[in-house]
DNA sequence: TTGCGTGCAAAGGTTTTGCATGGCA
DNA sequence: TGCCATGCAAAACCTTTGCACGCAA
């Protein structure tokens, strides 16, 4: 449970409605573009620290593309609430996909019955090769 | 296929054989440890090309944890060699689960016919909760 | 002898932290 | 006023690269 947003103050608010409008997938880097190109001026620092808040309020979820490439956000909007979805990387050229899928539902099922190990569909990566990159 | 191993010098003997017994997975710096504990002294430099070399080779595999965290890799040894395992990764304490089990196959096939990506399985990480922890 | 392997040091990139300043309540 | 937020600079961290030296073949 989310419990105090804390202070409101201007960068969080710019911070919080480009991330929102941005639809897709974020990294720290992008989004201080988009910031820039808007002419909003906001830390670095300050980026990375609202991303982490968001995070931990439940708004947002971090993805991990490669050790030394930078992480991922994703804005968690209502339309991406639900838990039938999840993630494809394609190794060859870096995309991350997002599917909606209820078949990862019943391999969580039974991973969770047989397994013992309850998955989390929102955060999971699976990786191998995209469409485009398997024709060349 | 491998093509050439290239000279065969006291370090990558010493790294092979250290990584095979091993077992589990290992980082670069959980290596070594090891090899420090064995007396054996090797540069972090050929560590990392020799992990890399390795998995280029087919012997090796290596896994992401956490953007900041150290890269994981697991030898391949013939007993690893199928393709229907994966991983599971708690989110919790950390710990990286080996999970054998056909179920995660189907996925992959479904999701090669009707999404147009293949999973690497063997790359593939779930995300989520163990047991352990999961009582805690 | 040839050329790959090694390992130190340094650079590269991402993320975190220290600290003084500034703004919200 | 009190406390959190900000952002610069610096540190921390993992990994890669440059380069001179050493060793395998």
Redesign the interface.
């Known amino acids: 449970m989310p419990k105090c947003d804390g202070y409101k103050t201007k960068q969080r608010e710019v911070i919080e409605k480009v991330f929102a409008l941005s639809g897709g997938h974020v990294t720290v880097d992008s989004l201080l573009e988009k910031l820039n190109k808007k002419g909003e001026s906001v830390g670095r620092t300050t980026v990375y620290r609202t991303l982490e808040k968001l995070e931990s309020e439940g708004k947002a979820r971090k993805y991990?593309?490669?050790?030394g490439?930078?992480?991922c956000y994703q804005y968690i909007s209502k339309a991406h609430q639900c838990s039938e979805h999840f993630h494809?990387k394609?190794?060859s050229c870096g995309r991350l996909?997002h599917?909606e899928?209820v078949?990862?539902t019943?391999?969580s099922k039974?991973?969770s019955d047989?397994?013992?190990?309850?998955?989390?569909n929102l955060?999971?990566?699976?990786?191998?090769?995209?469409?485009e990159c398997?024709v060349k």
């Open positions: 991990i593309s490669s050790p490439e930078s992480a494809l394609c190794e996909i599917i899928c078949h990862i019943e391999l039974h991973i047989t397994h013992n190990f309850k998955v989390n955060k999971t990566v699976l990786y191998g090769v995209c469409e398997a």
